[in-house]
């Protein structure tokens, strides 16, 4: 399958290189930003709760996939065909600014992409995931932060620092490096996931309390709906319309030329156990909130746009299987997605690895081939010039065996 | 209502931190099964023996800040009249500038009172948070007036309210802290009634609640109904006697409210055998009670004073005991017999076993109670160890809710302080909960029954807080620790999957914060 496929695994690809070569990438000089007149930025979307990558990009040309994925896989016929990014992968139709910004060249997909960690815990998977350490456990410093301090002292995107959007600071930017807070202004609601949550656990084991709940969110909502439509909360980072307004904010700050040049944004509600949609329903309206966050940030960075780097990544994907309640439960191998004008895109990377029960990770998720930390070093060597020792030992530790992935940036 | 799903007999843990306590912190779980070899009784009542575990160390330059009453209401009583000089002279200026040529200089501001109003609940809540983690620093609101200095009540408030929140995250249980709640909320004051008040209420709690509450009720009944705090609230401050020689004239009279309610809600309790005549009796008794004013007429201004003018100079009959003419030492003889009275041992033992044990307390809870605070002459210690030793207390199941106090300092402890250590953001949940701090709706205090807290309003806002707090975690611990933790082994399958499910450890953690076995005691 892997003839649709541009780049080799790059950990196989690496071990075909000569140790020459990678000496030489190791102590390769730092990229000369200041002589192209670049002045890069990164953006970080934790997607929180497991993104299912077979329903966001869909392997519709493999003969596998429909099967497994049932009533939610994409398709590229019938009234909400998924978009089409080569001839095999397709992606949501929800997402049609992704698509375009595909086309142009500026988007791209890693797929079959994993962290190291190979277990079923979204707080285990997302400490890994965002401190950068092989296990789970670290949650004192991310690995974006400890980017930031590896940089040399008096570097304009170490001087900047970072930026955290939203009520609390997501792992991955935590630590010393100085690190800017901002949250859009509202107190969002908690999220109906975290009601019907709560809801759910009550009716099993508190009725009394299930049904005051019940009455005191019924009430909620219907004095919401009594106000003007500017009178609502936007809605938490794990609605639409959150997703957007907070890259919208966070765009604004990024595109000051003070402003901070890295940023890490949390968006949550990707567990998707029940009723998770494909091409619509609930996932649909979270990717479509993703989509929307992309094109704030296209629009609000204006110039910034062309020297920015967007990466949407998540803890592990989700099986390929789906259930019995018509979603899909906690799996392996997914997408990181990558967006901005310093992308070099128009492509889907991936080692396909199929998705025969044979060639299923545990015989239940997408096998993952492609290291997310080797996308993400690729990303903070070409855009900030980190080197490749660096990287493996403090930005990533003990990870000098995955090799940075290059060629994602312009 | 209703009693929760599981009619099984609670577990011991959730007994001392829950029922007893103000919740557990990481740790203290393994603390109860270590120090203590698992005896739960020894471990309460190890906190009953520790010297003055109750006090607010005074020396302590945390508490710089605070206060005694006198001074507090004193400083109270200089700016209210500060304030009133700044207004006639706003006044007199306002009416000069049409004639003035030169504009005259500004006049200094009124400042507002704070008070808990519910569009300053609705925006404190809707204030987003700024973030305060480690290398984070908050961005600048946009840049809006700075505020005028709190008057000195609300400083003096918010010095007490720190002072007290503190108190409730370092202690080790915090037994003895939820019987100071309990008699703070018996004998409340409001600070809803005037500045006085809200300057005074937390030094009130100090001064005549934290020094008795493992002492004698006689006592701490006489600190309280002398204290200026108590007697300006019930208004004893107005009541003069008829036949006196302040009421000769005839302008002022007798005002029955501190008496009825101290033989209503603070001893014998309604239908404790008084009648209307026992009331106004008790009320001539009481008059003379008084506070010293800024002119310093009666004593020390802001200080509890017995005017003698405004007594009642006559023998009274109260429940058919008769006192004779004897300036203030006439309350006080009938205050000591009030407070021993059989009425009063069965109204206060029923209050306690339905604070600490069920809404509707098991009979022979309240009778052994009963028997206790008579045999020992109303020995509260006595009282708190019998509590511990009561099978009642460990074998009814936890159907009683955390009141917002209690939920929100559980919060606290099990989730860590808010990054500010600033009890604003405490005061105004409390506020959003109904439970607005030495605020209560009257002279009965806050309700202590689960329907008055498992509302709809209430869980929703229950809720919203959890989710607040749950993301102002920093350096957010996996919430399966954190729920071993604080509940232990005696978490329900359904809970610990809820949380173990969760798709982030914010939201866990506010799974954990809303579990029945967290809101429950």
């Not at chain 1, 009594?226 to 809605?235: A, I, V």
């Not at chain 2, 704070?114 to 569009?119: G, H, I, R, V, Y």
């Not at chain 2, 506020?431 to 806050?446: R, V």
């Amino acid at each position: 399958m892997s003839l649709l496929c541009e780049i080799p695994n790059p950990s196989r690809r690496a071990v075909l290189m000569t140790g020459g070569a990678l000496f030489a990438w190791a102590y390769m000089p730092r990229f000369a930003r200041a002589a192209n007149n670049r002045d890069p930025r990164l953006i970080v979307i934790v997607l929180r709760g497991a993104l299912d990558g077979l329903s966001t990009v869909g392997p519709v040309g493999d003969p596998d996939y429909a099967g497994l994925h049932g009533d939610i896989a994409l398709s590229l016929s019938g009234p909400h065909a998924a978009l089409p990014l080569d001839g095999f992968f397709a992606v949501n139709p929800a997402m049609p600014v992704f698509a375009r910004l595909f086309k142009a060249k500026q988007a791209a997909v890693v797929h079959a992409a994993a962290t190291g960690y190979r277990e079923r815990s979204h707080f285990d998977g997302q400490d890994v995931l965002e401190s950068g350490f092989a296990g789970p456990g670290h949650v004192a410093t991310g690995w974006l932060n400890r980017a930031l301090e590896s940089l040399p002292s008096g570097d304009r995107v170490a001087t900047l620092g970072g930026l955290a959007v939203g009520p609390s600071t997501p792992l991955v930017i935590r630590g010393s490096a100085p690190v800017l807070g901002w949250a859009p202004q509202y107190l969002p609601a908690p999220s109906d996931t975290l009601a019907a949550r709560v809801l759910d656990l009550y009716s099993h084991r508190d009725p009394v309390l299930a049904v005051a709940l019940k009455r005191g969110l019924d009430a909620d909502k219907m004095a919401l709906g009594d106000k003007m439509d500017s009178m609502k909360p936007k809605g938490g980072l794990d609605s639409a319309a959150g997703m957007r307004q907070a890259a919208q904010g966070a765009a604004k700050l990024i595109a000051a030329d003070d402003g901070p040049r890295v940023a890490a944004l949390a968006f949550d509600g990707w567990d998707t156990h029940v009723n998770e949609g494909g091409a619509t329903g609930r996932l649909a309206s979270l990717l479509g909130g993703l989509d929307g966050a992309f094109e704030e940030f296209e629009k609000g960075l204006g110039e910034r746009w062309k020297d920015t780097a967007i990466v949407a990544i998540t803890e592990f994907g989700r099986t390929a299987r789906i259930n019995g309640t018509v979603g899909t439960d906690h799996g392996t191998g997914t997408v990181a997605l990558l967006a901005g004008g310093a992308i070099k895109g128009g492509r889907v990377i991936a080692d396909w690895p199929g998705l025969k029960p044979a060639q299923l990770y545990e015989q239940r998720d997408l096998a993952p081939t492609s290291d997310v930390r080797a996308v993400l070093k690729g990303l903070l060597a070409d855009q900030f010039g980190l080197s490749a020792a660096v990287l493996g030992d403090k930005v990533f530790p003990e990870s000098g065996s995955v090799n940075p992935m290059r060629d994602l940036i312009t | 209502m209703a009693a929760p799903a599981s009619p099984t007999r609670p577990d011991s843990a959730l007994v001392v931190f829950n029922r007893f306590g103000l919740g557990a912190r990481p740790g203290d779980l393994d603390k109860l099964k270590g120090d203590l070899r698992g005896d739960p009784r020894a471990y309460l009542k190890a906190e009953l023996r520790q010297p003055d575990i109750a006090m607010i160390p005074y020396d302590d330059p945390a508490y710089a800040g605070l206060l005694g009453s006198t001074a507090a209401i004193q400083a109270s009583m200089a700016a209210s009249f500060q304030r009133k000089l700044d207004m006639q002279a706003g006044t007199r200026q306002a009416t000069m500038t049409n004639v003035a040529a030169v504009p005259p200089p500004v006049a200094p501001t009124m400042p507002a009172v704070a008070s808990a109003k519910p569009a300053a609940v609705a925006e404190m809540l809707a204030k987003p948070t700024t973030l305060a983690a480690g290398a984070t620093k908050p961005v600048a609101q946009p840049p809006a007036a700075p505020p005028a200095p709190p008057p000195i009540e609300a400083r003096l408030f918010q010095a007490e309210a720190q002072a007290r929140f503190d108190k409730a995250l370092k202690a080790d249980v915090g037994f003895v802290e939820r019987l100071v709640y309990f008699w703070s909320n018996h004998f409340c004051v409001s600070v809803a009634k005037d500045n006085i008040i809200r300057a005074s209420a937390g030094a009130f709690e100090r001064e005549a609640i934290r020094p008795f509450v493992l002492g004698r009720f006689a006592d701490m009944l006489l600190a309280v109904e002398h204290h200026p705090a108590m007697l300006f609230y019930l208004d004893n401050q107005q009541s003069v006697g008829p036949k006196s020689r302040a009421g000769n004239n005839g302008k002022r009279g007798l005002n029955e409210n501190l008496a009825r309610e101290i033989l209503e809600l603070h001893t014998l309790g309604v239908g404790g055998g008084y009648s209307q005549a026992d009331v106004t009796s008790f009320a001539r008794i009481l008059t003379g009670w008084m506070i010293g004013g800024r002119d310093g007429h009666l004593g020390e201004p802001g200080n509890f004073a017995f005017n003698a003018n405004a007594h009642e100079p006559s023998d009274e009959v109260l429940l058919g005991k008769t006192y004779p003419a004897g300036g203030q030492g006439q309350a006080e003889a009938a205050l000591n017999d009030i407070a021993r009275h059989p009425a009063t041992a069965q109204h206060i033992a029923t209050q306690i076993a339905r604070h600490f044990i069920a809404d509707n307390p098991p009979p022979a809870a309240v009778t052994r109670l009963a028997k206790v605070f008579v045999k020992s002459d109303g020995d509260l210690r006595a009282m708190a160890a019998t509590l511990i030793d009561m099978p009642e207390a460990w074998s009814t199941p936890l159907a009683k809710m955390r009141s917002p106090f209690d939920f929100i300092v559980a919060i606290r402890r099990a989730a860590g302080p808010d990054p500010a250590n600033n009890p604003n953001q405490s005061l105004g949940w409390l506020n959003a909960l109904g439970e607005p701090l030495w605020q209560p709706p009257g002279p009965n205090g806050f309700a202590d029954e689960a329907d008055a807290w498992a509302s709809a309003e209430g869980m929703k806002i229950r809720l919203d807080i959890a989710w607040q707090a749950a993301r102002q975690v920093k350096n957010i611990g996996n919430p399966d620790d954190t729920l071993n933790a604080v509940i232990g082994p005696s978490a329900s399958p359904e809970t610990r999957l809820a949380i173990a499910q969760a798709e982030s450890k914010q939201q866990g953690l506010a799974m954990l914060l809303m579990a029945p076995e967290f809101q429950r005691r």
